[in-house]
């Protein structure tokens, strides 16, 4: 299921845990964030690009991926912070050509993202691209956490810590299936989908990237993305 829909069966109990945006795991104080397992990078992410037609220091007017929210979030805290510009938000269905006729730049997520950037015949020399995680990472020397495994406080921890604990171990070792299938589907070269899975991503959370969500939920207050008086995003223990 989408996002909003995973976060809303939580609250209403048709869930124990769900893999939701990290943004999410910062609006509702009602979820616990379970320890160890999420999606992350440190750096470079690949899958979170804003295609620019204007320096970003002269952006004016951007389009957003509809299907975007933790990485509509960032991009709004990074372009006042890094480049001094708070432009026009729009949101658009995830076509790099058509964003770009309504607006100076667009970001695109996940495989629009990839497809775009390796596969579409856009003008190289004409758009400047940055990776949002390079740039935070820049900005914090900080992972981003992209997701979290949220879960409603009364459920049990421990059993479910190890069953997300196994699974990891059995899906590592199926890493070159997922790439050549994903390849084959998107249509990406396979080394790019091997470099995504083996080097960029990381699903085993620890302290630095805890610390790069704290961090992420401190810039989203001081920019009203979130609420001033958000909880802190709790961790349980198993």
Known sequence: AVPALLRQRLRDGELDAALVSSITSLEDGTLYALPGFGVSARGVI??????????????????????????????????????????EYVTAPPDLAMMLKEADAALLIGD??????????????????????????????????????????????????????????????????IATSTAEQLGLPLAVCRNYLYRIMRYELEEKEWEGLRCFQALAKRHGIIPADAPPVTIVSP
Do not use: N
Request: glycine share 6%; net charge neutral.
């Open 112 to 177: 629009p993202a990839m497809r775009a950037y390796y596969l579409e015949a856009w003008p190289r020399d004409e758009l400047q691209v940055l990776d949002l995680g390079e740039v935070w990472f820049r900005l914090t020397g900080l992972p981003f956490v992209y997701a979290v495994w949220a879960v409603r406080p009364e459920v049990k921890m421990g059993p479910l810590i190890a069953l997300l604990a196994q699974a990891w171990e059995v899906g590592r070792t199926h890493l070159d299936t």
């Open 46 to 87: 690949d899958s979170v690009r804003l295609f620019c037609r204007e320096e970003p220091r002269r952006l004016r007017r951007v389009a957003l991926d509809a299907g975007s929210r933790t990485s509509a979030a960032l991009i709004r805290i990074l372009l006042p912070e890094c480049f001094g510009v708070e432009p």
